[in-house]
């Protein structure tokens, strides 16, 4: 199988399934279809001509291609993100982070938001997640609230949400209301006495405030992922396009004994689902199975611990565990002071 073809100058007009087709130093592929024709490869030439075909797979179908420009749905997609995907495509990474992000980002109903965001996250180098998500920084106090309502509990693992019609969507009101997330760059501008990692949907974008050189931005929705343990300005926290947390954080997975805990060690562990033994709570312990389970699939270190307690023990909110009532330790000389009553079955 050959296709018919002539070169001209820098252009190489060639037929393709009765399509012509007039390749010139422009595209991506220049270079490798002119030496896959040389060498009279053709079907790696006609996978070089139009290689975003592949990308309508990663995307539901919704991504078309009309005169070199990108489409979703048959709208003009955002210029910036179209040419790094196909980009990315031609060079042999991995697109699927990059699809995902694309998806989110066109479930964003403001189209102001969907034509700035992914500018903002190219210029202030801030990494997408591997399920489409993205990762910014935050100040926050030293007890973790906010900044300036001292009211939202902003812990690791927390999830801190507000209604999207009360953010502002004036991008020239550069301080108003909302959930505030920033670039590196920022953080120097932002008071607070932690700096935490938060991960944001770009569904859930609001606006890009113009001030301060687009370095910031407004969302409805976060979940705080993780803590800059050391001076965000002693390191860099983000070496990678696609990155699940900041590079100094740890997150160590919360403890509990919980049905709901029980049911996440199980799912992440990929150990039997088994919800017989908790009665009412059969309810937690599935949601945990599920969350477990696809932490686990999709890459995540865990976020909970199922750990079990001594009979009559009981585990307070800080992980640690107390007696029953009236217990009296005796004294012991080379081991820990085990209680007089009651069983130590785990």
Known sequence: MSYPYIIQGDNVVIVVDGTPHTINKSHLSYQKIVDAIKVGVWDQVKELINPVKR?????????????????????????ALATRIVSMLEEGFDIIPMANF?????????????????????????????????????????????????????????????????????????????????SHSYLASFSGDRTVIVKIDPRDVVSIPSDYDNAKGRTCRYEVVGEVQQNPDDRVEFTKPVQRNANSVKVEPKTGSTPFYRGYTDGFT?????????????????????????????????????VSTLSGWTRNADGKVSPPPGTVFTAQTANWPLPKTGPMGY
């Open 55 to 79: 990308i309508v797979n990663f995307s539901r179908g919704n991504v078309s291609i009309v005169n070199g420009e990108m489409f979703w749905k048959g709208q003009p997609f955002h210029n």
């Open 270 to 306: 990929n150990a039997e689902f088994n919800n017989t033994h908790f009665g009412s709570d059969r309810t937690a312990y599935d949601e945990g199975y599920d969350k477990g389970q696809m932490h686990r699939e999709d890459g995540y270190d865990p976020r909970y611990q199922y």
């Open 102 to 182: 694309m998806h989110n980002l066109m479930c964003n109903p403001s189209r102001q938001a969907v034509t700035e965001l992914y500018g903002f996250l190219e210029k202030n180098s801030l990494p997408i997640t591997p399920d489409g998500c993205f990762l910014a920084y935050k100040r926050v106090r030293g007890d973790y609230k906010d900044c300036h309502t001292g009211t939202m509990d902003n812990s690791v693992g927390r999830v801190v949400e507000m209604e999207r019609n009360m953010v502002d969507d004036n991008r020239n009101n550069t301080c108003s209301t909302g959930l505030h997330f920033c």
